[in-house]
T-cell receptor, first 114, second 114 residues
Framework: EAGVAQSPRYKIIEKRQSVAFWCNPISGHATLYWYQQILGQGPKLLIQFQNNGVVDDSQLPKDRFSAERLKGVDSTLKIQPAKLEDSAVYLC????????????FGPGTRLTVT | AQSVAQPEDQVNVAEGNPLTVKCTYSVSGNPYLFWYVQYPNRGLQFLLKYITGDNLVKGSYGFEAEFNKSQTSFHLKKPSALVSDSALYFCAVRDGGYGQNFVFGPGTRLSVLP
C-alpha cells in the first residue's frame, strides 16, 4: 500500500512570495489533515477535510493560507504572501476515520522563508 | 479547549531498562488519546491509541500505554528499551466530539544509551 505523498520536499522562498504544497493521501482515506510543525514544537493542525468538505480550519490563518481538496482526493495548501514566521515543516496526513482513526503522515515539506 | 502536556523535554534511559514517557491531557469530554513517534529523517508514525475499553493499550514495537482518567494521564511505557527506540515521541488528544481540534503535545526526546 502506497503511503501519503507530498511535494515538494524542500522549498526556499523570499518573504511576500507565494508557495503551494501538494498532498496525495492513502487511497480510500476520506479524512485529510494539514499540519504546521515549527522546529522544536509538536505539529499544529491547520485544517481537516472529510472528503472534500472542511471539518476544522479554526487554526488556519485565513488571511494568507488557503487549502482545497477537490474531488475528495488530492489536496493543496497555499501561502500567499509568505512571512518569515511561516518557516516550518508542513505535514499532510490521512486517516480512514476522522474521529478515532490513526493518522498516516507524509514525509513533509520543509519551507524556508528568507 | 483541549491541551496536552509532556513534562519532560528529554528522557535518558540505559538499554535494557524500562522506559516511561509522560503525558497529561485536558479535554471537556471523553478523550481520544494517541502516541506517535518521529525517527530522525523520517515521518511521524502511529504507535498506539486509547479510545475506549481496557485502560492498558498495547501498540507497535513493544510499546504500551495506560489511560488513567483520575490523573488525566496517558503515559507511554516499554519494559526493556532498545537503542533503536531513540526518537522524538508525541502524545496527542482529541475530544470525543467530532470536529474538535486534534492537539499534539510538544514532544519528548528519548535517548537510549548502550
Amino acid at each position: 500500500e502506497a503511503g501519503v505523498a507530498q511535494s515538494p520536499r524542500y522549498k526556499i522562498i523570499e518573504k511576500r512570495q507565494s508557495v503551494a504544497f501538494w498532498c496525495n493521501p492513502i487511497s480510500g482515506h476520506a479524512t485529510l489533515y494539514w499540519y504546521q510543525q515549527i522546529l522544536g514544537q509538536g505539529p499544529k493542525l491547520l485544517i481537516q477535510f472529510q472528503n472534500n468538505g472542511v471539518v476544522d480550519d479554526s487554526q488556519l490563518p485565513k488571511d494568507r493560507f488557503s487549502a482545497e481538496r477537490l474531488k475528495g482526493v488530492d489536496s493543496t495548501l497555499k501561502i500567499q504572501p509568505a512571512k518569515l514566521e511561516d518557516s516550518a515543516v508542513y505535514l499532510c496526513a490521512s486517516s480512514l476515520d476522522g474521529r478515532a482513526g490513526e493518522q498516516y503522515f507524509g514525509p513533509g515539506t520543509r519551507l524556508t522563508v528568507t | 479547549a483541549q491541551s496536552v502536556a509532556q513534562p519532560e523535554d528529554q528522557v535518558n534511559v540505559a538499554e535494557g531498562n524500562p522506559l516511561t514517557v509522560k503525558c497529561t491531557y485536558s479535554v471537556s469530554g471523553n478523550p481520544y488519546l494517541f502516541w506517535y513517534v518521529q525517527y530522525p529523517n523520517r515521518g511521524l508514525q502511529f504507535l498506539l491509541k486509547y479510545i475506549t475499553g481496557d485502560n492498558l493499550v498495547k501498540g507497535s514495537y513493544g510499546f504500551e500505554a495506560e489511560f488513567n482518567k483520575s490523573q488525566t494521564s496517558f503515559h507511554l511505557k516499554k519494559p526493556s528499551a532498545l537503542v533503536s527506540d531513540s526518537a522524538l515521541y508525541f502524545c496527542a488528544v482529541r475530544d470525543g466530539g467530532y470536529g474538535q481540534n486534534f492537539v499534539f503535545g510538544p514532544g519528548t526526546r528519548l535517548s537510549v544509551l548502550p
